[in-house]
């Protein structure tokens, strides 16, 4: 809840600057994992109607944006991740058995279907670095741009360099320079 509240107070600061949202959900491929995009939303709208420490208000996701992309099937198939050949939850619940409570639902009927008796935990990227790094990149990329991460730091080394300049410009170098030494030396 607390990373939840987090993160939604992160979306609404942004959102109050004019800043377009994204929320990049990858997950285990199982009936479940492939459904938490369609709740990361409700999660969210719980939180509508908070008021913050600092007096701030909840957030309405209203205009975020959630992508789930990955773990999807073929990306399992084609970088030969790791299956495992049951559908036990995280409570220990066999969801592929008919006495599971949720066995009859579409959802797990869909998934029953197309891929069958298993399933692929996220953490399978563990074994394929470049690939996650790929999958995550382009998620990423399709929303900045494939030329962000130098742009960014082009922004950034000129923010430094205006720092500098304007430290050095005003002897702020010498007066920096003498404080830390006294803190140091205290």
């Keep these: 809840m607390l990373q939840r509240a987090e993160y939604a107070q992160r979306f609404n600061d942004a959102e109050q600057r004019s800043l377009k949202c994204v929320l990049l959900y990858c997950g285990d491929h199982d009936p479940d994992g492939l459904r938490i ?9 719980e939180l509508m109607n ?10 309405d996701p209203a205009d975020l944006i959630i992508e789930r992309f990955g773990l999807n099937y073929d990306f399992i198939q084609q970088n030969n991740l790791t299956w495992i050949d049951n559908l036990i939850t995280g409570s220990k619940k ?9 066995y009859y639902l579409p959802y797990v009927q869909e998934y029953l279907a197309k891929v069958g ?27 900045v741009g ?4 130098g742009r960014f ?16 410009s005003k002897g ?13 030396n205290s």
């Design 37 to 45: 995009s369609e709740f990361l939303r409700s999660n969210l709208e």
């Design 153 to 168: 730091k082009d922004k950034h080394d000129a923010i430094v360099k205006e720092i500098k300049d304007f430290r050095s």
């Design 117 to 143: 008796v298993r399933k692929c935990e996220a953490n399978a990227l563990v074994v394929r670095p470049r690939e996650a790094g790929d999958l995550v990149r382009n998620a990423i990329e399709a929303y």
């Design 50 to 59: 908070i008021t913050w420490e600092g007096g701030d208000t909840g957030y």
């Design 94 to 102: 066999d969801l592929a058995s008919p006495s599971h409570k949720n």
């Design 172 to 184: 702020l170098d010498t007066i920096i320079e003498r404080a830390l030494e006294e803190i140091e």
């Design 146 to 149: 494939s030329g962000a991460l």
